[in-house]
């Protein structure tokens, strides 16, 4: 079965410093999103990309925050400084088309920022 | 008017008992409600989802009770087994394609 494969699975890193998190979304997708899960709290949404560009992003994705398709397969969450606050399991999901909604995610990448 | 609302945080049940987890919206926009189901170290996978244009949805054990008119839909674990245990999510979206969560039930089936 199809599915979403994020890497690396963990992540550490030193605070104020540069991540990339990558994902692979399912093949025939159109759809990719980014959320993010604070250690016991709810997911939220971060970003969501079509046809090369966002197409909305949430208040927490601010200016230290990117995306990139940089190819056709790979689909990245750039973090340009990263702060204490960013430690937290990131997730990738994409999906085939708007109106069946469905959305695949993978199993995520858990940062921690020290 | 974008949050959901989801209770209680955690349940335990017993083997072979009911789990009903619910939730409630505010944004009339939002047209699709799907469950997920996530276990420790692993990403959200889809339950079940329903849209508002019907009442309930049935698969196997899962069965969502949606009600229009009261902004709230529920899920229903029937016979529930320890392999259900896991953090479930309801979740809203509207034509924005953001699914927004809810804060996420931790339920527990005790064998």
């Known amino acids: 079965e199809p599915e979403v494969t994020q890497t690396p699975s963990h992540q550490v890193t030193q605070m104020g410093q540069e991540v990339i998190l990558r994902c692979v979304p399912i093949?025939?997708?159109?759809?990719f999103y980014w959320y993010r899960q604070i250690l016991g709290q709810k997911v939220e949404f971060l970003v969501s990309?079509?046809?090369?560009?966002?197409?909305?992003k949430s208040e927490i994705f601010d200016d230290q925050f990117s995306v990139e398709r940089p190819d056709g397969s790979n689909f990245t969450l750039k973090i340009r400084s990263t702060k204490l606050e960013d430690s937290a399991m990131y997730f990738c999901?994409?999906?085939?088309?708007?109106?069946?909604?469905?959305?695949?995610f993978g199993a995520g990448t858990r940062l921690s920022v020290l | 008017q974008q949050q959901v609302k989801q209770s209680p945080q955690s349940l335990i049940v017993q083997k072979g008992g009911i789990s009903i987890i619910n939730c409630a919206y505010e944004?009339?926009?939002?047209?699709?409600f799907p469950w997920y189901q996530q276990f420790p170290g692993k990403g959200p996978a889809l339950l079940i989802a329903?849209?508002?244009?019907?009442s309930e949805k049935k698969e196997g054990r899962f069965t969502i009770s949606f009600n229009k008119s009261a902004k709230q839909f529920s899920l229903h674990i029937m016979d529930s087994q320890p392999g259900d245990s896991a953090t479930y999510f309801c979740?809203?979206?509207?034509?924005?394609?953001?699914?927004?969560f809810g804060q996420g039930t931790r339920l527990t089936i005790n064998p």
């Open positions: 944004n009339t926009a939002f047209d699709y």
């Open positions: 990309f079509y046809n090369n560009e966002i197409s909305e």
């Open positions: 093949s025939n997708h159109l759809y």
């Open positions: 999901a994409s999906s085939t088309d708007r109106a069946k909604n469905i959305q695949y």
């Open positions: 329903i849209r508002p244009d019907v």
């Open positions: 979740a809203a979206q509207g034509g924005a394609q953001k699914l927004v």
